[in-house]
């Protein structure tokens, strides 16, 4: 049994400000954290800082700039057949998709959710495949931030919408957390993804400063 990515639904799953991951099929976590970084809006030194837990990241980025989301970190692992990366301190709207982290055949997915953001921003997920935008669509299912179904791949977004119907989503009436921990579970077994839950929470990973 695998620890899934439903658990990022949860209240500041992983840090204050919401979460931003990005998972690779067949892909060394080393090269995908190296492909993410190079998306940066601003370009910035990429350097290793060694193997840190959380907490200690955001100490170091509290340390070297005053305040942890004046600067961006991060971490990377692997699990099984896949690689992750998560994103910590000013993260929000620094990432684009220039040069695609999807490049040359890779298959990515993107996990966001802005939290604390009072506008208010909702999660999103994005599945890409050698830069061809496979499925994407709002975690919440509300209508909000132009969503208007699941996009992308006719048969993929198809796939994926059908699933989301026989979860009972949209559902309205349901409480925001709700749907998106229920998105999450549908990507979840549609895509078999997962995340190891205690290594990003508790152990060390390695870890690359952007500055």
Request: glycine content about 10%.
């Amino acid at each position: 049994m695998t620890d899934g990515i439903a658990w990022l639904a949860e209240p500041r799953s992983i840090a204050w400000g919401g979460y931003g991951i990005v998972i690779a099929r067949d892909l060394a976590s080393e090269t995908l954290a190296s492909r993410v970084a190079d998306t940066v809006h601003r370009r910035r030194e990429k350097r290793s800082i060694g193997e840190l837990t959380g907490r200690q990241v955001q100490d170091v980025l509290e340390g070297l700039f005053d305040d942890v989301h004046n600067g961006i970190a991060l971490r990377h692992g692997e699990i099984g057949e896949w690689a992750y990366v998560v994103k910590y301190g000013g993260w929000q709207a620094e990432f684009g998709a220039t040069p695609p982290v999807s490049r040359g055949g890779a298959e990515i997915f993107l996990l966001e959710f802005e939290e604390e953001n009072g506008k208010p921003v909702p999660p999103t997920f994005a599945h890409l495949y050698d830069e061809r935008l496979m499925c994407a669509f709002n975690l919440h299912l509300d209508g909000s931030w132009g969503y208007d179904g699941v996009q992308g791949d006719p048969e993929v977004a198809s796939a994926v919408q059908d699933r989301l119907t026989a979860a009972g989503l949209p559902g309205h009436e349901l409480e925001r957390r709700v749907v998106h921990r229920t998105s999450l579970e549908v990507v979840e077994r549609h895509f078999g993804l997962t995340l190891p839950r205690r290594s990003i929470l508790e152990q060390t990973l390695p870890t690359m400063l952007l500055r």
